[in-house]
């Protein structure tokens, strides 16, 4: 950030992780708070240090829930400047929003919507009314393998990066350097 | 835009980046043997009959969709004449601007990209020739009632040409917009880091600013703040470590501090290009005239000099700040044209007086 002169006046994190609702819908989804840094960055170690890569049996897994709640997330209004960024990380097609078998789970986000229509439609676009996000200030940053929804979601969505990962190969294929340079290019 | 990727014949030729792009992923391509520079814009997105969304949601997007493609069609036609003008060969404009499916693309020549970031090494004969072709290009595009919207460094290549001589072209108009009609304010894109006051009070949630506020007057407070770069390799220091983007602590009656290396005289001319009141600030034409006098590109070596530039908005003022709305009216009100017939010396005292408080 500091090469291209910007800077953070407040950072706020907050992470979801997920699996699969069809496989085990008890540890489907996870996640927390905002967490504010660098203040909070112990919380933050220790949730993400928790988590373990594995689970989920085969893709594809739930992603849209999880991109749900991360659209809905309360974001900062007010600051001069603001950049409501979300990450998506993921090596595996998802499934699609609505099934009313995995509604039933207990961790199921409640408020999920039951379309990728009715998905998009809370990322919003400029002249939309209904946008849980702000239009100048969101951005979506897809690490996703080419592969629906992913590569429809790239297609549709503004403000929207999206690095095609190899499904099956992780994130091996892009380099950190080149995911924290997509972000801090955002900001 | 993926690589390999053929749209609308070009053949990307290198991996996608978002590196310095901002709302654009950007790479190389090749048509017809021909080697091109290609811009993915993020936003908007033209719905397909595929696409997702409600028909209603649709209908609004393709009108965002039809807005955009005017307000660049306008700029590449308007940039399109100029370019045709004498000088307008320092200007690198697009080729194609088209989209494919559901996103739109922009494409011009590609051009050795590698640029001088500082022109401090260079004599003071060549720092004129480059600012003043700078400013000569960037006035043709004034005159056309267009503001560039994104000056910064990377948008303007110095090179050595054929004749030894330093060159200054101008590139990237994407986010230009005629002057006094912005995009939305959710729209606008630009690196902040050389925004205007007008820009981020414009952009700042809740703001009453009118569009009508951003005019040519941002490409003078940017030109400014290019000038600082390349005579010091960094930007005017602000007061605080608040606000990143000098414009911003402008807008928020931050001090900035302008690097006392340089001329007395370049100083006064800054923080006039700099005002928190873009009716304050000069025209290129006058900054043009200023710089006929080369002795303003000497540096000198002394300390900075702080200035307070206040809040407009607020209307705050304390004696400091007094006395340079005064000066910076007195900028205005007499024209640096005036200075151009007086001698140097007694000008720069003049100019030292007229527009910076010394701490």
Known sequence: MAQKSKSISQLRIRVIAFRDFTDNPDDAIEFTDFFKLPGQQAEFETFVSALQADGGGDPPESALE????????????????????????????????GDASVRQARSYPKAAPDSIDELFERWG????????????????????????PWNAIAADWNNTIFLPSKAGFGLEDHEMEEIINAIANSI | MQFEEVINDYRIESEPTNSGGG???????????????IKEFLQ?????????????????????????????????????????????????????????????????????????????????RERAVIFRTLVLSLEMLHRKEIVHGDLKPSNVLIQRGGSGLHTAKLIDFDDSFLSGSPPPKDQIVGDSIYAAPEWFAYTKEGSTTAPEALTTAVDIFALALL??????????????????????????????????????GLNRLLVCMMAPLPGDRPTLNEV??????????????????????????????????????????????YSLLHRRNRQHEAGDQRGEKQCTSVS
Not at chain 1, 68 to 83: F, K, Q
Not at chain 1, 87 to 96: E, G, I, K, L, R
Not at chain 2, 250 to 255: N, Q, T
């Open chain 1, 66 to 97: 999880a991109l749900a709640v991360a659209i809905d997330s309360e974001w900062e209004r007010g600051l001069d400047r603001r950049r409501h960024v979300v990450v998506m990380f993921t090596d595996a097609a998802a499934h699609p929003l």
């Open chain 1, 125 to 148: 676009y400029p002249s939309s009314e209904d946008a849980s996000m702000e239009n100048g200030a969101k951005r979506l940053l897809l690490f996703a393998p080419d592969t629906r």
């Open chain 2, 23 to 37: 709302m654009c992923m950007w790479a190389f391509a090749a048509k017809h043997g021909r080697k091109y520079f």
């Open chain 2, 44 to 124: 908007p997105k033209w719905p397909t009959d595929d696409s997702m969304g409600s028909p209603a949601g649709k209908e609004l997007r393709r009108a965002d969709c039809h807005e955009f493609e005017r307000r660049h069609k306008e700029i590449i036609h308007r940039l399109g004449d100029v370019t045709k003008t004498p000088g307008g060969g320092n200007l690198v404009t697009a080729v194609d601007f088209f989209r494919a499916n559901t996103t739109y693309y922009k494409v011009t020549e590609k051009i050795v990209t590698a640029s001088l970031s500082s022109v401090s090494a260079l004599s003071v």
């Open chain 2, 227 to 264: 000038f600082h770069h390349y005579l010091t390799n960094s930007l005017p220091d602000r007061a605080s470590a608040r606000y990143s983007a000098p414009g911003q602590a402008v807008s928020a009656g931050e001090r900035l501090l302008v690097d006392g290396r340089l001329s007395a």
């Open chain 2, 288 to 333: 043009f005239a200023e710089l006929q006098d080369e002795a303003l590109l000497a540096n000198r070596p002394v300390s900075r000099v702080r200035i307070h530039m206040g809040n407009p908005e607020k209307g705050e003022t304390d004696d400091g700040d007094r006395r340079l709305f005064r000066s910076l009216q007195v900028c205005r009100r």
